[in-house]
């Protein structure tokens, strides 16, 4: 199946300078379509999927998908944290500076009179685990509390939610109903983590990324276009642990 699809595709004017492959997935009912950070596109599709169908629903959105490679292609690095005092940090859309504090038992990362402290570490490399670990921390509790006035506003409630390293990937659904967020969207504004939550929410009504799913998000986000543009002007700059 997913020879003659790829080969379907293979027929459109998809630009010679991507890179693209297919994927079958036999829990999908619709066509799916990932852009990787580094612009790699992937087409997920159902185990029955007929070829021309797809060819007919890629081509249709060549042009936007064409927009989101360039994008990601186009797209500042992924920033890199020197952990040193002063360094800034974001959660929720606010600001503060890294303060090293002197490591000991039981101490972690916290946010304390306007500083975010982080006990002393033997590299680099642990004191972004352990900032990560906060954000995830953080996340958790924020979340438990924010998700359910979302979830009544598009009328459908996840099993949970939580927050994890997604990898490449800002917020996943998966078939149990669990919504997963990355705990670098923790340091967006809190307009913004709703904006990937509303999305999430609205794949338990409506698969797929149709002219269906974009009216369900609408419906709960009036201003979701104005949160969409100034989503993908903020998610180049989020931190994801790299260090130096």
């Known amino acids: 199946m997913s020879t003659s699809v790829q080969q379907a595709i ?12 297919v ?10 379509i990932e852009v990787s950070p580094e612009g790699e596109v992937l087409f997920a ?15 249709v959105r060549l042009p ?3 927009q989101e490679v360039r994008r990601r292609r186009d797209r500042a690095s992924e920033p890199v944290k020197e952990l040193v005092g002063g360094t800034g940090f974001a959660y929720l859309g606010r600001h503060y500076r890294l ?3 002197q490591a000991g038992s039981g101490r972690r990362v916290r946010l304390h009179r306007g500083w975010l402290e982080l006990p002393r570490s033997d590299s680099p490399e642990d004191g972004a685990r352990q900032l990560a670990d906060w954000y995830t921390r953080s996340g958790n509790r924020w979340l438990a509390a924010r998700m ?13 939610v ?8 800002w917020g996943t659904l998966d078939r149990d109903g669990l919504i997963t967020v990355h705990w670098a969207m923790m340091q967006l504004p809190p307009a913004l983590v709703d904006l990937v939550l ?20 609408r419906l709960a986000l009036p201003d979701a276009d104005t949160r969409m543009r100034w989503f993908a002007e903020a998610e180049p700059r989020l931190w994801r642990g790299a260090v130096r």
Do not use: M, Q, Y
Not at 12 to 21: A, I
Not at 51 to 59: N, Y
Not at 151 to 156: I, K, N
């Open 148 to 160: 359910p006035p979302l979830a009544l506003r598009v009328g459908a409630a996840p099993k949970a």
């Open 99 to 101: 303060r090293r504090v």
């Open 198 to 217: 509303v999305h999430e929410l609205c794949h338990l009504r409506v698969p797929g990324h149709g002219t269906a799913f974009w009216r369900e998000v």
């Open 10 to 21: 293979a027929s459109l004017p998809v630009p010679g300078e991507w890179t693209w492959h």
């Open 23 to 32: 994927a079958v997935r036999p829990r999908r009912r619709t066509l799916g």
């Open 162 to 169: 939580s927050v994890h390293d997604l990898g490449p990937r």
């Open 45 to 59: 599709v159902p185990a029955d999927a007929d070829p021309c169908a797809v060819a007919d629903a890629v081509r």
């Open 64 to 66: 936007r998908i064409a």
